[in-house]
């Protein structure tokens, strides 16, 4: 079959990747001049293994679901994290420590730790060390140049009706195109530190900071937060949000990353010290018209010969690719 794919993030490059290995004959285009030029190379890229959603068992349940059969097949593109603590602030958390352990105990494996002091950790009520792993993104931005070598367009925006010599189109732009069933679409802002990148703190749960590895050559960090990571949570279009990211001021950036450093500072003090804002990536999420704690990704057929992925995170690009090999089969 003839397949076109539009969009070269995560989704887009793997679906291809497998689509191509099938013997298809496939195309796939990408607006922007390089891959993961969307969110795929502007967020932390931790392959979640559960810890980040103690309030979504569903979400945890398809994270070990997917988790083992992503490293089968993309292990080589991740990396361990030396330290990667998830610890639960003492105060406005939305769980308490015994309650995240609880949730998590005999579902995904991790390490108390006693005394969170030792690890530089401040006013938090209790944390746990964790195997979670980093996908590197300059290595599978290599992998799958390699491996999708000769059937990437860039600079290609495709019409909406110029489908027709193709016997499938797949979106894979993150709802660039298709904005059915997205609840919203957030304008986000991920700030870049660089600094020791052997450790990761994650704060629980609610508004708080993460601060994650992120590019190993280049020592840099990444540092997200609930709070002001999304410039707003009321986008209803994908153009909303792109044209806020359009009209944020270096003001508006520059005062969000430190209030991101500031807020993270208050739990680990050492991001004041140890690490020094260096820059930021800027990206748009569609989230999902689903379980407000859910990240799940699904395939909506938009034509007869047509569908589209609705993302959630990285992980479930097994998920989305068996779901639509079924679909262009039957
Ligand atoms: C702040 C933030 C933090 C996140 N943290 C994590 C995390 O730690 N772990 C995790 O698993 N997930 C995380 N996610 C989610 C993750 O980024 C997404 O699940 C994933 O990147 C989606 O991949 P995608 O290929 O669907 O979309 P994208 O990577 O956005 O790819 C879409 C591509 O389509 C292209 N495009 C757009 N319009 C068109 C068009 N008309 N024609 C052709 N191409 C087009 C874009 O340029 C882009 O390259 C995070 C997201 C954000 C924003």
Redesign the pocket.
Known sequence: MSIRV???????CHIAGALLAEGHDVAL????GEL?????G?????L?AGFHYPRSRLTRALCQEHHDGFMARYGDLTRGVPVNIYAVAAEDSLVDFGTYCQVLAGEVSFVGIERPAEFGLDHVEGAVLTGERHIVIERARAHFSDVLDGQVQFG???GEDDGAAWDWTID???C??DGRDVDRYEP?L?VLLRGPIDRAVTIMDGPFPSLYPWHEEQGLCSL?SARW?PFSKACGSREAAAAMLDSVTAEEIAHRADCMVESMARFYPAVRDDYEIVGHKL?I?AMPRSGADARLVDIVRTGERSLR?R?????AILLAEREIKRLIAA
């Open positions: 539009l969009g070269g993030g995560w989704y887009g285009h990408e607006i922007a993961f030029a969307g969110a795929s502007a967020n932390p890229a931790r979640h290609v925006a495709p894979c732009t993150f660039a195109r986000c991920m997200t990571t990206s999420r992925v993302a959630g995170k990285i992980d």
